[in-house]
């Protein structure tokens, strides 16, 4: 077991307010940073220009996240990771990390993670750097079990980690401060935990319909005991297998209409929080005495990188509401399709009244398919009044990103 974390070797250097900036080259040499990654890490700004970023790596960082890490931004994609740092004294600090690929490397801004999620990830590291002790560790399958690991915690994906995480290191860290949360991070939180009641409604339509699809060749059997064969209720049972046949197809295409695009919403969140923690050190690169042509670079650098993640965070959001209006049309066109099932049983139910001898068991179809209607009406309900929050959530986002740019 590789040696732990000492809590008590923690800098008191890097404070909540603090947030650290640094600009690499794409080997990842320090080409320019503020002055708190100074402070903090404990190195002169003369030891650190021209140093490779790995200067303040921590021994007991696992290998895996920085594969994670190198993989994710080589390939252009912006990344979050929790990361814990060593200082030249020896001491450490955890930050949260983002890391931005831009035209000729690499933009990495941290914060001080106060979340309670901390605690589970420095659990999950010290699994991970235990299992890096092994005889027959190998990075590549390291890298799909971390995966399957966050899964395990309760996440999609990493991108919904980063994501969440991000988000709720922000909310920690700014309501503590007394700051301003952007009211796009909740709305897109609500419009996440609304996209998973969409797919748990559509997952009861869906099991209700599979349950009543059987009771077509019921209703024949009864008919056939009652009427005999070619009768009216088992030309009714006829035209209801017709119409669950039917609506056999479009359940299938509306489970997967229902994937609304989880992905689309994390990654718009991740870059809100981005944008957030961003404004602050081009606030903090404003406010400094620094006006030389350093500084002016930095922050606008910064601002352009904002305003791209403001306008992709847009598209992504113009995105969901298109694909809500397609599922909002989809709903309708399969409300109606049940319909037909209705008047099957209606249908049905006029038969009966006409037979004489013992409709005990079509009385019993009947009332399945009564109960049915009634559950898979309520459940459509449910789902239409989501996704017209859902709509209404959406188009009142993009009006806000409209107003503020």
């Known amino acids: 077991m590789p040696d732990s974390i000492d809590p008590k070797l923690e800098t008191p250097h890097f404070k909540l307010a603090d947030i650290m900036y640094t600009r690499t080259e794409k080997r990842g040499v320090i080409q320019s940073a503020n002055e ?125 980690f980063m994501a969440r995480s991000l988000r709720e290191e922000l909310t920690a860290r700014n309501t503590t401060l007394g700051e301003s949360i952007p009211e796009e991070l909740e709305t897109l939180s609500q419009i996440q935990k609304s996209i998973s009641d969409v797919s748990t409604e559509v997952a009861t339509v869906t099991s209700l319909f599979e349950r009543s699809k059987q009771v077509p060749y019921n209703m024949r059997l009864q008919a056939g005991r009652l009427e005999g064969s070619d009768g009216p209720i088992s030309v009714v049972s006829s035209n209801h297998r017709i119409i669950t046949q039917n609506l056999t197809e479009q359940i299938d295409r509306f489970n997967d209409a229902a994937q609304l695009g989880g992905d689309p919403v994390r990654e718009a969140s991740f870059m809100t929080s981005v944008s957030a923690v961003m404004d602050v050190v081009v606030r903090e690169m404003s406010a400094g005495d620094d006006e030389g042509d350093w500084a002016k670079g930095e922050r606008t650098t910064m601002q352009d990188l904002r305003t791209g993640y403001r306008d992709e965070v847009r598209q992504q959001v113009v995105v969901l509401s298109r694909r809500l209006g397609q599922f909002s049309n989809m709903c309708r066109t399969f409300r109606r399709s049940l319909s037909g099932l209705e008047m099957t049983r209606i249908m049905c139910e006029i038969e009966r009244s006409k037979i004489a001898g013992d409709t005990a068991g079509l009385d019993e179809i009947t009332g399945q398919l009564m109960q049915t209607e009634k559950d898979m009406g309520a459940a459509m309900s449910r789902l239409e009044a989501t996704v017209a929050r859902l709509v209404y959530a959406a188009n009142g986002l993009t009006e806000g990103i409209d107003r503020a740019a």
């Open 36 to 160: 708190k990654f100074c402070e903090v890490s404990g190195y002169a700004w003369s030891e650190l220009v021209g140093a490779p970023h790995k200067l303040v790596r921590h021994k007991q960082m696992p290998k895996v996240i920085f594969r994670l890490m190198w993989d994710t931004i080589k390939s252009g994609q912006k990344l979050g990771a929790y990361v814990v740092n060593q200082c030249k004294d020896g001491d450490h600090y955890w930050v949260f990390a983002i890391a931005l690929p831009v035209e000729d490397g690499y933009i990495s801004v941290r914060i001080k993670p106060t979340s309670p999620g901390l605690e589970a990830v420095k659990t999950l590291y010290a699994q991970l750097r235990a299992d890096e002790e092994a005889d027959d560790f190998n990075l590549d399958t390291a890298l799909t079990q971390f995966h399957d690991q966050i899964q395990s915690m309760g996440y999609e994906n990493y991108l919904d």
